[in-house]
């Protein structure tokens, strides 16, 4: 199943599926924070913003950058 | 005055970058690399485990083996990419361009080398001459990290060297390739096999750019050869793309037909192509264990995110760190011995009565030993009171600073933030002004939108006390109890939201986003918090005595020339618009000057009325003037910064507005005191 990065559980662990493209700023950030295609993340907080473990870095999202990144679960 | 960047003791010059032959450093934010910087330079930078602290380049001496003499080392913010995102990234990439570096260190963190090495493969493509410094080597090693330098070096095709700043280990070996690198000049040729596409489209914007070039029309670094001016540009690189006199149109024009031809935006292509060349590079050379998190350090950080657990822990670091730390101990017990004790019982006294005995003109006198003397105002106010106050002030911020908690501070309060137009990133240049609202508006920097960079300025302007007139307008209000001090604070939160929310709607531009990287909470080592604490209180007192001097100088002329009159008639309609007494007016003449200046003179005003019992403000008053005052305009050194960073009509505008906004907060104010009749 395919959803966005800020639809997971805490604890849920998933591959990262494809990015948003359609705003090209916000897909500049996201790759500027080094995630692709093919990643494992794991999401550890939803609010008050999305906290998320991609290898061993921890990275904070609002919202609207994190429901750029589609990931499967 | 020369604007530095906090706690450095270089300004920021980027012209001058590097002359001829001399060491620039690169690299992300929290890899280590100012820390680097200090074991490699002689001179110490603020080194932080939070994105933005470091806003200019630093410049510092490296010194050759032997007595070959020495040569300049540069330290620039961290980067996150070669095409930046905020000002200070920008400051970064476009120092790095235009230095004659003869050697480039890009300080990779050897624990994430994967995150890394495609930052390294663009600044190998650009043909600089590299050394990639893996540094935390002794991290990587404990978690049984295994990189085979030599394989990589030979990939690569420049030095790669292990080391870490904080045990010391492969610096020696970092020196020597560094100096080798120096002496060697060009590095071999190297580029990577992008794809036919790429290539093309790459070429379109250079034929441009080259045509552009040779009418002499662009203006850049001439170390930028014109295919990696192509690359950056239709990356997304606007100061490039400008530069280069290329429109916006074209340049879209050409994403957009590769997007239609590939299915991809150029950048997402060029991410995942320098992803996959990273994992060639890496393969076998690099070898990652499986990862585990430090168990206490992880845990902790949960607490810390969580808002049910993080908001009361930062209620207890405020109160703890700045209420009892800077406030009650600073600012209370420490400036009580400095300021009475010291000066006030014993120097003071003195310097008075050797200036009665060998100075006959009065007016000299008061120039030095008067109510606005330089001595007995500037000096005594400058190392007596705010010295105190804002080297408290300073140790709790930079402890805070790196421990990490910063960045998990901004994660907490980002919603909020955004309702004022900023997002998280803001906390920083928001807490320091708390502490020197100077300071702070140079690190809005660090904020990604002009925008948000004038809305923080606004805010800072108006909203933020500085520690030195907030732990004085503290012992004012403390007095009348701590109701009043919470409603003191409830209306400068208001203000502040309510500015920040009026602001962004009326500024245009987009929502502002939040990302940020929370690097692993750490223990802070006493000696570094302490030479931080000690670098930025440099800072603040080049910058800011001077002023205190000037000031006085200046209070002393319109005391002497009965300018202070005049000014405090033309006050008076103002006063008494707002419920002040004439006695008042003072306070808001000199406030400019000084913004705590002017609460001090309250608080003497205060004082003085309770010492001979007639009182000359009612607890409303004090109420009232200190609300005003606090709101009023900035002071003499924050609006030179303001000019500086942020230009002379926004300068103007937000020192009218806050003036305006200051006066008509007083009324209301003084109004709903007088209608309710609270603290009559």
Redesign the interface.
């Known amino acids: 199943m395919i959803v966005s990065l800020n639809q997971l559980q805490p604890g849920q662990h998933a591959r990262v599926e494809s ?1 948003d ?1 359609e705003n ?11 995630i ?2 093919g990643d494992e993340v794991e999401l ?2 939803r ?3 999305i ?1 998320f473990a991609h ?8 919202a ?2 994190a429901a750029c990144i589609r990931v499967e679960i | 005055m020369t604007l530095e960047s906090p706690g450095m003791s270089m300004p920021i010059e980027i012209e001058q970058a590097t002359g001829e032959g001399g060491v620039f450093l690169v690299g992300t934010p929290n890899v280590g690399k100012s820390s680097l910087f200090n074991v490699l330079s002689d001179s110490y930078v603020i080194v932080s485990n939070y994105p933005g602290t470091t806003v200019g380049v630093t410049h510092a001496s490296f010194h050759l083996e032997g007595n070959k003499g020495k040569v300049p080392i540069s330290d620039p913010p961290g980067l996150y990419s070669l095409i930046p995102m905020t000002e200070e990234e920008r400051v970064a990439r476009d120092a790095l361009f235009a230095s004659h570096a003869s050697c480039v260190v890009h300080v990779l963190d050897a624990k994430n080398l994967d995150r890394h090495l495609p930052l390294a493969l663009q600044l190998r493509e650009a043909g600089l001459p590299l050394v990639l410094a893996l540094n935390m080597w002794d991290e990587a090693q404990r978690m049984g990290l295994e990189i085979d330098t030599q394989q990589l070096s030979k990939r690569l095709g420049v030095p790669v060297v292990l080391c870490s700043a904080l045990t010391k280990e492969g610096i020696e070996e970092l020196r020597d390739t560094i100096e080798k690198v120096h002496g060697n000049g060009k590095p071999s040729p190297f580029s990577l096999p992008w794809s036919a596409e790429i290539r093309e489209f790459r070429s379109r914007v250079a034929t441009r750019i080259a045509k552009a070039r040779a009418d002499e029309e662009v203006k850049l670094p001439s170390r930028l050869t014109t295919d990696q001016a192509a690359f950056f540009v239709l990356e997304g690189d606007e100061i490039f793309r400008e530069a280069c006199g290329l429109s916006a149109g074209f340049v879209d024009d050409l994403r957009e037909e590769y997007r239609g031809q590939e299915g991809h935006r150029i950048a997402f292509d060029t991410a995942c192509f320098l992803r996959d060349r990273t994992d060639e590079f890496l393969d076998g050379a690099w070898t990652h264990p499986e990862e585990k998190r430090n168990g206490f350090a992880e845990k902790l950080s949960r607490v810390l995110i969580n808002p049910w657990s993080g908001i009361p822990i930062l209620m207890v670091v405020l109160y703890l760190g700045f209420y009892q730390f800077v406030g009650v101990l600073g600012a209370g017990t420490v400036v009580g011995w400095i300021e009475n004790d010291f000066f006030g019982a014993i120097v003071n006294p003195r310097l008075n009565s050797l200036f009665e005995s060998y100075v006959s003109s009065e007016a000299i006198r008061e120039l030095f030993v008067g109510d606005y003397g330089v001595l007995t105002l500037g000096i005594t106010y400058a190392i007596g009171l705010v010295l105190p106050i804002v080297f408290f002030f300073f140790l709790v911020f930079s402890l805070v600073e790196d421990s990490g908690y910063f960045p998990r501070f901004a994660m907490l309060v980002d919603r909020v933030f955004k309702k004022m137009g900023l997002n998280g990133r803001a906390v920083i240049p928001m807490v320091l002004g708390f502490g020197c609202d100077t300071m702070a508006t140079i690190t809005t920097r660090t904020l990604e939108t002009r925008r948000e960079r004038v809305l923080a300025t606004l805010l800072l302007a108006l909203a933020i006390p500085c520690s030195a007139q907030l732990a004085i307008i503290m012992a004012i209000l403390g007095s009348l109890g701590i109701t009043v001090w919470l409603s003191y604070m409830a209306i400068l939160m208001g203000v502040l939201l309510l500015v920040g929310w009026l602001g962004s709607k009326l500024l245009p531009g987009e929502a502002a986003t939040f990302y940020m990287e929370l690097p692993p909470l750490r223990l802070p080592r006493a000696r570094n918090v302490f030479m931080k604490s000690v670098s930025r209180m440099r800072w603040y007192f080049k910058e800011v005595l001077p002023l205190f001097l000037i000031a006085s100088v200046i209070l002393w002329a319109l005391d002497q020339t009965g300018g202070i009159d005049i000014l405090e008639r033309g006050m008076e309609p103002i006063l008494a618009f707002i419920g002040l007494p004439v006695a008042a007016a003072q306070s808001f003449v000199i406030g400019f000057f000084r913004r705590d200046f002017g609460a001090a003179w309250l608080f003497q005003l205060h004082l003085e009325g309770i010492a001979t019992g007639h009182p000359v403000l009612s607890a409303q008053q004090v109420f009232t003037a200190a609300v005003t005052l606090t709101l009023f305009v900035p002071c003499i050194a924050q609006f030179m910064v303001m000019l500086k960073e942020r230009g002379p009509k926004v300068a103007l505008g937000t020192t009218l507005f806050v003036t305006l906004f200051a006066v008509s907060t007083g009324a209301i104010v003084h109004r709903v005191l007088l209608f309710t009749g609270w603290l009559a």
Do not use: M
């Open positions: 990015l493209e090209r700023d916000d897909l500049r950030k996201v790759l500027t924070l080094g692709l295609p550890i907080r609010s008050p913003s906290v290898g061993a870095t921890q990275f904070a999202l609002d609207r950058l």
